[in-house]
């Protein structure tokens, strides 16, 4: 298996600009996240999916930031309108949950510069 | 809610061996976690412990594990340059899906 593939790797934009970071599991796994890592914050979890749905969105900033799980292989994370404090690296990661050890599986996240 | 904690910075010759130490607040994990992070990559799973062990060694790499002292500890024997890496403790808490993890500590290797 690939692992979980992100696309951008990089991601440079203008504050205002409407972002959008995509994300493709690992086949067979039921459970997605999306983490932000700062330097500031660390790693924080922002969303969690358990066969497309979204479970938990309390990580999620504010309004500006959404996240779909349209299929079992494809998620989204979008912000609109981003703005500089928004500058992070995006990791999305997934896991087969309720397969005994819950192990994580990062991809190798979208570097987002808001300028 | 779960806190976990690590030293920012830990810095050996290469060829000795580094300890990495975390602590956290919350008991109920079933699993506790290594990840390694190299610059401008993901987080990989290095290793992990299940919770009703005391050590588990995998190669070069042994974690400890005091369930009394909340601690957790990874060792790496003849560290090498290419362990220079940010290293991460995670732990479930009391959650079933939300991981949680510490600062990380940023491991230097020095030839």
């Known amino acids: 298996d690939a692992g979980v593939i992100q696309s951008p790797r990089h991601e440079v934009t203008e504050m205002g600009q409407e972002v959008t970071l995509r994300c493709k599991p690992i086949?067979?796994?039921?459970?997605l996240f999306w983490y932000r890592q700062t330097m500031m914050r660390g790693l924080e979890l922002l969303i969690y999916?358990?066969?497309?749905?979204?479970?938990?969105d309390s990580g999620m900033p504010e309004d500006r930031f959404s996240a779909k799980m349209p299929n079992a292989s494809f998620s989204t994370l979008k912000i609109q309108p981003s703005e500089p404090r928004d500058s992070a690296v995006y990791f999305c990661?997934?896991?087969?949950?309720?397969?005994?050890?819950?192990?994580?599986?990062f991809g190798s996240g979208t570097q987002l510069s808001v300028l | 809610g779960e806190d976990v904690e690590q030293s920012l910075f830990l810095s050996v010759r290469e060829g000795d061996s580094s300890v990495i130490n975390c602590t956290y607040t919350?008991?109920?994990?079933?699993?506790l976690y290594w990840y390694k992070q190299e610059p401008g990559a993901g987080l990989q799973l290095l290793t992990y412990?299940?919770?009703?062990?005391d050590m588990k060694q995998d190669q070069r790499l042994t974690v400890l594990l005091n369930k009394k002292d909340k601690h957790l500890s990874l060792r790496i024997a003849d560290t090498q340059t290419g362990d220079s890496a940010i290293y991460f403790c995670?732990?479930?808490?009391?959650?079933?899906?939300?991981?949680?993890f510490g600062s990380g500590t940023r491991l230097l290797v020095r030839p």
């Open positions: 999916f358990n066969n497309n749905v979204p479970i938990d």
């Open positions: 990661a997934s896991r087969s949950q309720g397969a005994g050890n819950e192990k994580l599986f």
């Open positions: 412990i299940f919770s009703n062990m």
């Open positions: 086949s067979g796994h039921n459970s």
């Open positions: 919350d008991s109920s994990s079933t699993y």
């Open positions: 995670a732990d479930f808490g009391d959650s079933s899906y939300k991981l949680i």
